[in-house]
Every structure is written in structure tokens, then in C-alpha cells.
DNA sequence: TATACGAAAATCGTATACGAAGTCTCGGGG
DNA sequence: CCCCGAGACTTCGTATACGATTTTCGTATA
């Protein structure tokens, strides 16, 4: 027979424990969107549907609470975490912040084969455009980043980084995924992006560029809201 | 009789599951220094000292890995983490990013007595300056930025700084909690930090001053040991 | 003496079992 | 018809037990 955890395993190839398979089938679960927000999470039968006792999904769990992707209450059970509109404002700010750092620290090790790989990537993002095709759009727009980002020597503002992007990710199909009216302009920028990291630009000033054009995207979607933040912003 | 438990309860007053209960204990241990860097955290004894059973205690632990506060090595045990050179520079760029935002998003909350109370706070840092107490020095500093930034309206933005200064604390009594050099230009900065505050300056700015207040704390560390940071600054 | 090997101890990883707390349902009363 | 309470049901929280893996330490051998 083989098991929902099996496959998950042989998919991601990384699960060592039986915790950390737990860990991964719901991560990946979750990220993908097969696990919606507000969807519950019942230990026995994840537990079961792993072919692994409560205690290994208990621990998973806890674990992507810590992450945010889940809330756990108190003998009640745990529920995908996600669709709370300011929720989705504070983790947008919080990503501006800390992939606008990353990028900034990845600069100096972005070499011409990323720059390459990364306008390879924009110009598949451009035909996404055409193509009306939002959900490949967001998936390039991750690769893109990625490859700006991915060099960052801090570990911690990296980590944040994954954390961000994960979060986002799991909210797409709610209403906050795709603002259409960013995509070309996200485009755009993606270039003037390049252009700075290409020609060297001071530390701040791609710091600042790589925020904003996160950012960008919060003011966008409040717009389309017609919502006001409430708080500031940076 | 009276347990390790049931004293740490009373202390923190907030426990409510067992598993609370370690992880509040464990904390506590760990950020007064009581637990130092590298002491090794059995469950079994753990749980035993706190008259639990080894689940909660290894649940509380793995919370507090993901918290950077412990590393967690499969079937060899946990440890206290943190007293990594290198490790200690992630922190402190990762907090003076964080810190920086999350002072800067509080900037429009803080008011008079906030700003009374910080001043108050640091008049006594002064006279820690002339008392040569470099403890007493690190609460009340502590206590001051906390007036600065805890206003901040993003929960996730504040969670970061947190755990960037609980860490910071665990290291007290290592090499690097106190650089004399720093002290007095500190006290001084943080008058600056006042002002601007105090007039309204926007939100850029506050953020700058605030980020930087901390990243010379680094700067100076890394002075005094000769050491380069090996990677780019922000 | 240094090193390789093996057994024993220590420690973690997981399964199972039971108790505690919360939630839902259904029946009775207002 | 609506409100409310007792019971059963669901689900989490923890304890205990056992197997798996790593480390340690003694011993024999080159």
C-alpha cells in the first residue's frame, strides 16, 4: 500500500522523521492551496492519513504555528491560518521590509549569470501578461525575487524572507493573490531592479527600490479596497 | 513539596498547559543566563526538575529553536544556543533592521509621557555611566527602546524585535552584551532619538536614526575586535 | 602507546492509552 | 416559537512504554 506520507516523502525527498514528514506534507499542503484558509486541521485524522501517530503531527504543527501558516487553539483544534485582510497588510509591510534588506545584501553577490537568469524570467513574466495567465505570473514573479534574494548573508533576514513568501503563497486564491493593475508596472520594475544591482548601486538605494516595489503592491490593493491602512507605513 | 514548576508558575504568573509551563521556565532560564550558551538540556531531566512528563518539555524545546534560542540535534539532544561570533552579527543587523521599522511605526503613537518616561529612563542610564554598572546599564536600555518601539502596530514586525533582544540577552555575560565604547555615545544618541520623535519627524527618518543607533553598537564591536563582517552592511 | 572494535549506557523518536476541556445536540421549559 | 441545560461526542493534553540511534568507555591488538 502506499501512503499519503510515502508519496509526500518521495516528493520533497527531505523527510528524515516522522515529525518532520508530518512537517512537510502539511507545509506543502498549505502553500499550495490544497489546505484552504479556515480549513481544520484535526490531529487523529492527518495522523491517520499519514500512517503516523498524533504525536509526530502534534509537533508539526506547533511548528507551523510558529511559522504563522497555522493558529492552534487550546482543545479546539488547529485551522489553516490566513484570510484576515489586515493580517495580509502586516505581512505584506513586514515582507517589504525584510525582502527590501535581503535583496539589498544579495546585490553585491548577484553575478551576471543571476541578472541573466532573471531577465529570462521577466521576459516569461511579460507573456504571462498576454496570456492573462495570473497564476504563472506569480509564480515567475517568486523566481524572480528569488534569485535577487537568494544570495543574502544573513540567515535570519533570509529566513523571514522564505517566512513571508510562504505566507503569501498560501493565500492564493483568496482575494488578495493578484493585483492586476501592479502587473505591468511590478514588471517595469523588475527591470529597473536589475539595472541597479547590475550597475552596482549603493546598499540603500537598491534597499530602498526593492521595498518599494513591494510596498507598491500593499498601496495598490488598498486602492483597489478603497481601505485605509490605519497604521503607517514605511 | 514545592517544585521548579510550580515557583516558575507563580514567577511568570501565565502559565496554563504543562507544556507553557517548561517552555516559560526554559525561557526564563535561558534569557537570565542562567542556562549559559552550550549547556546541554536533557528532556528527561528537564521534565523531571519540573515534574512534568518528557512531551511537553520536548515540545517547549522545539519552540524555543524556533525561536534561535536553542538548537535541536536529532537523537543527540538540545543546547543553548548562541555564542557564535558570527552568529551575533546576524542577530544585531537583523535587529537593527527590525527595530529600526518597528521604532519608526510607533514614531505617531508615542506621546508625552511615553516620551517622559523614556527620558526618565535614560537619566538613569547616565548615572550608570558614572556607577560603572554595565548590568543595570543593559535593563534600562532595554526599558527605553521598549517605550520606542512597543507602539508599534504590526504584531509581526514587534514579534521579530522581541526575539532579536531575547536573544541578544541570552548572550548576556558572554563577550559581547556590553561595549563600554558605546555607552556614553549611546546615551547621547538617544536623546537625538528623542527629539525626533518628540517633533514628528517622518517616518524615514526615524527609522534611519533608529537603525543606526544599533548598527554602531556593531560597528564597534567589530572595532574593538578587529573583526570584518566578511559581508555587506546595511 | 595508540588505535580499532564492541558492548553498554544514555538519549531521543514514536506509539498507545487515558484524562481533561470544549463543542454540539437534543429535549424540556418558558 | 425561542431559550436553556444536561448529556454525549469530539478533540486536544499528557503520561507511560518501548524501539532506534548515538555516544561513551573499556578492552584487546598492532
Redesign the pocket.
Known amino acids: 500500500m502506499t501512503t499519503a506520507a510515502e508519496s509526500a516523502s518521495k516528493a520533497a525527498g527531505k523527510a528524515v ?5 508530518a512537517y512537510d506534507w502539511l507545509h506543502e499542503q498549505i502553500v499550495a492551496g490544497d489546505l484552504p484558509p479556515g480549513a ?6 492527518v ?1 491517520e492519513k499519514l ?9 508539526a ?1 506547533r511548528r507551523l504555528e510558529a511559522e504563522g501558516l497555522v493558529t ?7 485551522t489553516v491560518a490566513g484570510i484576515d485582510p489586515v493580517e495580509y497588510l502586516y505581512t505584506m509591510q513586514t515582507l517589504s521590509l525584510v525582502e527590501g534588506a535581503a535583496t539589498a545584501l544579495s546585490a553585491p553577490a548577484v553575478g551576471p549569470a543571476d541578472i541573466a537568469r532573471a531577465r529570462e524570467v521577466n521576459a516569461r513574466m511579460r507573456e504571462c501578461l498576454h496570456d492573462f495567465d495570473p497564476v504563472q505570473f506569480t509564480a515567475l514573479n517568486r523566481e524572480f525575487h528569488s534569485v535577487l534574494f537568494e544570495h543574502c548573508p544573513n540567515p535570519h533576514i533570509l529566513d523571514l524572507v522564505h517566512r513571508g513568501w510562504n505566507r503569501l503563497k498560501a493565500l492564493r486564491g483568496s482575494t488578495f493573490s493578484y493585483v492586476p493593475e501592479r502587473a505591468a508596472e511590478s514588471v517595469e520594475e523588475h527591470e529597473q531592479l536589475l539595472s541597479l544591482i547590475e550597475r552596482g548601486a549603493p546598499t540603500a538605494e537598491v534597499e530602498l527600490a526593492a521595498r518599494r516595489h513591494r510596498s507598491a503592491t500593499l498601496d495598490a490593493y488598498l486602492a483597489r479596497t478603497g481601505e485605509s491602512p490605519g497604521f503607517p507605513t514605511l
Do not use: I, Y
Open positions: 522523521s516522522k515529525s518532520g514528514l481544520r486541521l484535526v490531529l487523529s485524522q495522523a500512517d503516523v501517530s498524533v504525536v509526530p503531527v502534534r509537533e504543527v492552534f487553539e487550546k482543545n479546539v483544534g488547529a
